[in-house]
């Protein structure tokens, strides 16, 4: 896990580079629609917590979000204890550690929830059209669409790692709080 925290005001602009489809749809999608489902709250909110962003900051980042659409009495009443339980504060206290590409991958999505692996939950042409759109090429975007369509969702995530920052991650892709660590130290150097 990293070590340094994050800034939330931050996000907009780590999501579109460091981070992997799944954990950027799910930011987009909250941007947009200002709500999620408790399965996506659970595997955004814990990435998030992963990547650094601390118990405070993540509070007050859901309930930004949360209370353009609600006043925050809902959101205190039914969301915050969510939060304060991925952060290990209630409940059994657990140190709650984000999800791998595995669990996500498996996971149920149903109607209305953006919480699973895009390169298994979505069309393939859908896949193809937000891979250009997001500065992919063509070919590239056609390459990484047959890998999710013959069901290698790592293999294809990892192909749109290398093609997005011009270098491979060092050991495929298993983890999205590893996909996102490979970013950041790339741009490191
Ligand atoms: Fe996210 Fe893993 Fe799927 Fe990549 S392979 S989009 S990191 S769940």
């Not at 580079?17 to 659970?42: G, I, S, T, Y």
């Not at 339980?85 to 590409?101: A, D, E, F, I, W």
Request: charged share 25%; with cysteine; glycine share 8%.
């Amino acid at each position: 896990e990293n070590t340094d925290s994050v800034d939330p005001a931050n996000l907009d602009a780590y999501s579109k580079k460091h981070f992997p489809l799944c954990m950027r749809h799910m930011h987009d999608v909250l941007r947009a629609e200002h709500h999620h489902k408790h399965q996506a709250r659970l595997t955004y909110g814990l990435f998030l917590k992963g990547i650094g962003l601390l118990y405070e900051d993540a509070v007050r980042f859901w309930r930004d979000e949360f209370t353009k659409k609600m006043d925050s009495g809902k959101f205190e009443k039914s969301y915050l204890y969510n939060i304060k339980h991925q952060y290990g504060k209630v409940g059994r206290m657990l140190n709650y550690t984000p999800y791998s590409c595995m669990k996500i991958i498996l996971t149920n999505v149903g109607p209305g929830e953006h919480h699973g692996c895009p390169f298994r939950n979505w069309d393939p042409n859908f896949i193809k059209q937000k891979l250009v759109e997001g500065g992919i090429s063509n070919e590239n975007a056609n390459e990484i669409k047959e890998l999710a369509s013959g069901g290698h969702c790592q293999v294809a995530c990892g192909k749109y790692f290398e093609y997005s920052h011009g270098k491979a991650a060092a050991n495929g892709i298993n983890h999205p709080n590893q996909y996102f660590e490979e970013s950041v130290n790339l741009e490191k150097g």
